[in-house]
């Protein structure tokens, strides 16, 4: 069952940005305010640990400067391990601004009484290496139909080939054509069934792929 936001989320003109981002995992869309936004969101999505994503899931009260006001975190995440944590996404200039930083103690100790974690995310972390155009690349794979018999002969090749780069794994699965082989690589590594690090080059022929670890039967 789908959660409604906290609050709606209206689209606007000018500078500011909504997004509505797929997850591919379960097909839920997750609204988004900007950019930094969206992108986290993509990366929970590759994360095999998150179940669920829900955008600005409560919003709490609290007084600043003799006044009431209303935060509203940006996103609430649910582990398969059951765990739960509110995330705030800001640029790293706007942390330290003392309305920010209120917000985050209201959202700390929110999360206390719940027995939750509260998480402060900048684009240190959602910009680390090449993660964020490796997953533009993999995400365009990642609704492509594919063939679930040609998914299981390019991991079945590379478990007979063992490490190699994405240009000999095609090279070795002769029954495949290079479209339909690109699909397949680049969803099992979205899917995490093989590995690639994202982080440290852009995929390109010569990354090296590797069967996940957990994924060798």
């Not at 007979?160 to 082989?181: A, H, K, R, V, W």
């Amino acid at each position: 069952m789908r959660k409604r936001t906290a609050r709606r989320i209206k689209p606007i003109k000018g500078r500011h940005y909504r997004w509505k981002v797929p997850l591919l995992k379960n097909n839920n869309m997750i609204h988004c305010e900007s950019r930094l936004e969206r992108n986290f969101v993509r990366l929970l999505d590759f994360d095999r640990e998150v179940l669920q994503v829900e955008s600005q899931p409560v919003g709490l009260l609290y007084c600043y400067k003799g006044k009431e006001r209303k935060y509203y975190p940006d996103f609430k995440v649910i582990t398969s391990d059951g765990h739960i944590r509110i995330v705030e996404v800001k640029p790293k200039s706007m942390t330290q601004k003392p309305e920010n930083i209120m917000k985050f103690i209201i959202g700390r100790m929110y999360c206390d009484l719940q027995g939750w974690d509260y998480h402060i995310v900048t684009e240190e972390q959602i910009f680390r290496g090449y993660i964020q155009e490796n997953l533009d690349k993999l995400r365009a794979m990642g609704n492509e139909w594919t063939e679930y018999n040609d998914l299981v002969y390019v991991l079945h090749s590379l478990q007979n080939t063992g490490d190699s780069t994405i240009e000999m794994l095609q090279s070795n699965c002769t029954d495949l054509d290079e479209s339909t082989f690109y699909k397949c690589i680049y969803k099992l590594i979205y899917h995490q069934k093989v590995y690639a690090d994202l982080f440290a080059t852009e995929l390109s022929e010569g990354t090296m792929v590797s069967i996940q670890i957990g994924e060798e039967n």
